[in-house]
């Protein structure tokens, strides 16, 4: 749950929301970004992901480091992206 | 990944424990690291083990399924139980254990419990379940509590009525506090909480050095950054200074992040006290909703037992949170307490200094005390 899952900002889904896209170690879902709306956040940014919320605007270099980090955790990783991906906000999100 | 091996450079790790083996000198540290996730890369990575052996990590309170207390699950439970209602939690709380059986035993025995990667999922069930009841367990530090704190902001938006939250939320500072005001422990400094730090950033940490005298540098969750903020939290010592640090700038901004700071003030108020695990009750630790969000507040809605449960007696989670024991030194620890079956929180969570130590760092203190390198290390 505490753990930082880093995403990368593909499109934004839906502004008035603050939904947007993110790929995350290859698998597409939907965020919210309404935390870091002052970031002025652009595609192709990277994003450090809590609970399906970006939670902080980080570069590809941390980004890297952070996936790596999450992946030598070994089964608490794959727990926590596979429970991303159960996630009922992917698809079309809370209207 | 070119990018991931700076922070991984045995040449740049050799040369940081040569800083800090040059830096500690003759002198004894005890150093806390308070993040759950700097536990676990300690562990991981065997850092107890190339550190000078006067260099000491202990480790803190940081992992927010740890410190929940027994009664509080069983209060999750008796909610979970309540006719029509679907209650939904984070995978993490669901083994956690309470006076009698955890969420998922209950959910055994038939209540709708239901695993949510995040508040909004909690949130998306009530709006297609007009016709129950949804309650969200929310737990965690201020890095989870802004996304509780949002999702309150859009069922009020949307006038959701089945909807409500049981908060459990924490924040980072009273219990540190409450660490440095225990005689049990002498520290020399802290590690900072890195993730902790995105949301409140780096003022809330100034009263570490000027009430108490310590220096706090804010560390990254790679081993190089672990050992770069003890080499910083050192060289702050050797030269006099006792300051708030950011090892981890790359990340971490000194404001933290101001619109999740707002909407958490907004949604949320302090508690006079709240309980912790082995820390006991700490005086405005815990948030709960304020009044204007009371029609999505669970404990006004359902009847919480509110009962305080003390530990288990052979269980010691609270000095094992309080950095005065180390997971090994637990009596039940590896024995009748493991991942499996888990007797306390810190067995729990992937977070927990136990569960880290018995998935990790015992192999690399079997190995240490093997190899005679840590002769002190043996029991």
Redesign the interface.
Same mark, same amino acid.
């Given at each position: 749950m505490c753990l930082g899952i880093p995403g990368q900002l593909k499109e934004f889904s839906d502004v008035h929301e603050h939904l947007a896209r993110v790929d995350v170690a290859g698998v597409t879902r939907i965020i919210n970004v309404g935390l870091l709306e002052e970031e002025r956040l652009k595609t192709g940014d990277w994003v450090l992901i809590h609970v399906g919320f970006a939670m902080a605007k980080i570069d590809e270099e941390e980004a890297a480091s952070a996936l790596a980090a999450l992946q030598s955790m070994g089964q608490a990783y794959e727990e926590e992206l596979a429970a991303f991906g159960t996630s009922s906000t992917s698809g079309e999100g809370v209207r | 990944?070119k990018? =991931?091996d700076e *922070?991984r450079d045995p040449t740049a790790a050799k040369a940081l424990v040569a800083q800090i083996t040059a830096l500690s000198g003759d002198d004894h540290f005890k150093f806390m690291e308070v993040c759950?996730?700097h536990t676990? +890369?300690i562990y991981?990575h065997g850092i107890e083990h190339v550190l000078p052996a006067n260099v000491e990590l202990v480790h803190g309170p940081g992992? &927010? %399924?740890c410190v929940i207390p027994m009664g509080r699950v069983d209060d999750a439970i008796a909610v979970a139980r309540e006719p029509g209602v679907i209650f939904t939690s984070?995978?993490?709380?669901m083994r956690v254990p309470g006076s009698e059986g955890n969420l998922l035993t209950a959910k055994a025995e038939g209540a709708d419990v239901r695993?949510? *990667? $995040?508040? #909004?999922?909690a #949130?998306?069930?009530a709006?297609e379940t007009p016709e129950r009841q949804v309650v969200f367990f929310a737990?965690?530090?201020e +890095? +989870?509590a &802004? $996304?509780t704190a #949002?999702t309150l902001l859009?069922a009020k938006a949307r006038a959701i009525p089945n909807f409500t939250v049981f908060s459990n939320h924490v924040t980072i500072v009273p219990p540190l506090r409450a660490i440095l005001e225990s005689p049990d422990l002498r520290l020399n400094g802290f590690l900072g909480p890195g993730?902790v730090s +995105? =949301?409140v950033g780096q003022r809330p940490y100034r009263f570490v050095p000027s009430e108490y005298g310590l220096p706090l540098v804010t560390a990254?969750?790679?081993p190089l950054d672990i050992l770069h903020a003890i080499s910083m939290l050192l060289t702050q010592i050797r030269e006099g200074r006792c300051e708030v640090e950011n090892q981890y700038t790359? %990340? =971490?901004r000194e404001e933290g992040?101001? $619109?999740?700071l707002a909407?958490l003030s907004e949604v949320f108020e302090l508690r006079p006290h709240f309980e912790w695990r082995g820390l006991g009750f700490i005086s405005q630790s815990g948030l709960r909703l304020r009044p204007e969000f009371a029609a999505f507040d669970a404990e006004l809605k359902y009847r919480i037992p509110g009962v305080r449960v003390a530990d288990p007696k052979a269980c010691q989670c609270g000095e094992v949170l309080k950095g005065v024991i180390k997971p090994w030194e637990c009596k039940v620890f590896g024995t009748a307490c493991t991942p499996e079956t888990p007797i306390g929180t810190c067995m729990v969570s $992937?977070?927990g200094a136990c569960a880290a130590y018995y998935n990790f760092g015992r192999m690399h203190r079997e190995a240490a005390v093997t190899l005679g390198r840590r002769s002190q290390l043996a029991v």
């Open positions: - | 990944m990018f =991931v *922070y759950g996730g676990h +890369t991981r992992c &927010p %399924v984070f995978g993490d709380m695993f949510v *990667y $995040s508040p #909004l999922d #949130l998306k069930i709006m737990v965690g530090f +890095t +989870t &802004p $996304s #949002l859009q993730h +995105t =949301v990254g969750f790679e790359r %990340v =971490v992040n101001p $619109s999740a909407i $992937s977070e």
